[in-house]
C-alpha cells in the first residue's frame, strides 16, 4: 500500500474525526446518525493515520506529491 494521501488531507481527517466525536460525546449529535458519525470518524482517524485511501485508490485520486 503506498500512501496516497497529502498531510493537508491527513490533517484535515484527523481534525474532522475529532470534531465529529466531541460532538457525538458532548450529546449534541443523538440516534443512529451518531454511530454512522463515530464509524466514519473511526475510518478518518485510520486512514490518516496510514496515509491511504481505498476509494481514493479506487477513483485514481493521489493528494500526495510522490
Request: glycine fraction near 4%.
Amino acid at each position: 500500500m503506498k500512501p496516497n494521501l497529502d498531510w493537508t488531507d491527513r490533517t484535515v481527517r484527523l481534525l474532522s474525526s475529532v470534531v465529529i466525536a466531541a460532538l457525538c460525546f458532548a450529546s449534541i449529535i443523538n440516534g443512529t446518525v451518531t454511530i454512522v458519525l463515530l464509524m466514519v470518524a473511526g475510518t478518518f482517524i485510520i486512514t490518516s493515520q496510514f496515509g491511504f485511501c481505498r476509494v481514493y485508490c479506487s477513483l485514481k485520486i493521489k493528494t500526495n506529491k510522490k
